[in-house]
Structure formats: C-alpha cells, structure tokens
C-alpha cells in the first residue's frame, strides 16, 4: 500500500477569524498566531506605509486568495 503524503498547507482567507475579509486571520491561521497580534501589526505598518500601498495590498489579497473550503480542518 502507497504511503499518503502529507497535504502542502495552503493559505485561504478565514471563515471564522474575520473583520472584514477573512484575509489577516487567515494569515494568523497560516502561521499559528493569534489574529488580534497580525492586525495590529498589519494596521502598524499601513500608518506607516501612509495607508495607500498597504490598502491596495489588502484589497489584491481579497481578490487574490481563496475563502478557506467549508469541512477543511484549522490549520
């Protein structure tokens, strides 16, 4: 019988840790962090970035990752 490789992780935006659109909680799910410290970090470096880069960035991860699939275990 063929051994089962492990599934790669993969970054989805969060279902449950969300405030707007799953993306920085799903970052927190990614890497084992609690969602609170990733979104004050994020919200330190778009004050100063001066908000434009960082918003555009935000709104590309939106359109870009995927909400994570119903029934799929947190990372």
Known sequence: M???EPQPRRLYRS???????????G??????LDPAFVRVLYVIATVL????????LYVMM???????????PPA
């Open 2 to 4: 063929a051994e089962l």
């Open 27 to 32: 970052f927190a799910e990614y890497f084992g």
């Open 62 to 72: 939106v359109i870009i990752i995927p909400v994570k699939p119903k029934g799929r």
């Open 15 to 25: 279902r449950r840790d969300r405030k707007i659109a799953g993306v920085l909680g």
């Open 49 to 56: 970035t001066a908000f434009a880069p960082l918003m555009f």
